[in-house]
């Protein structure tokens, strides 16, 4: 028995001195931004990059990204959208582990996906990334955005 305590114990060690090292990294970090603020600035626009690259009316592209420069502002905002959904999850911002998580991480794979699909130069993958973002955003919103008064 006593062969198998001191593993366990050498595990203990680490895994709670990791904890502690993680939760000194974070804490180093404070906001400049509240939520609503880092919505605002940062969220909202680089999620419209990708939205505005992907219009359609009557079944005809509109707006679309055409030069190099048009296809990296869809990037960048795809990275941005992508870096914004880590600021999410720090100490302060983290509603909670369940959805709020859930729904971020998928904010993050819907940037991600974005952020390929302009590296393809491919409409109908920013689309479909745009897709991915909406929803991760109406979930989100539906459960944590206090309705209008």
């Known amino acids: 028995m006593r062969k198998l305590l001191w593993p366990v114990a050498l595990l203990a060690t680490f895994v ?3 904890a502690a090292v993680l939760f000194a990294e974070w804490s180093q970090y404070r906001h400049s931004a509240s939520l609503e603020q880092l919505m605002e600035a940062t969220v909202a626009p680089a999620a ?47 509603k909670d582990v369940g959805d709020w998580r859930r729904f971020t991480h998928a904010l993050n794979a819907g940037a991600r996906a974005a952020e390929r699909a302009a590296l393809n130069k ?28």
């Not at 009316?57 to 870096?83: F, S």
């Not at 991760?136 to 459960?143: F, G, S, V």
């Open 48 to 94: 419209d990059a990708v939205f505005n690259a992907a219009v359609w009316i009557n079944g005809e592209p509109v707006g679309v990204p055409t030069t190099e420069a048009d296809w990296e502002n869809v990037e960048h905002g795809a990275i941005t959208l992508a870096e914004a959904s880590n600021l999410l999850l720090m100490p302060g911002r983290l």
């Open 16 to 18: 709670l001195g990791g």
């Open 122 to 149: 491919n409409l109908d993958e920013i689309l479909q990334a745009g897709d991915l973002i909406y929803q991760a955003c109406t979930n989100c919103h539906a459960k944590y955005l206090a309705p209008a008064p």
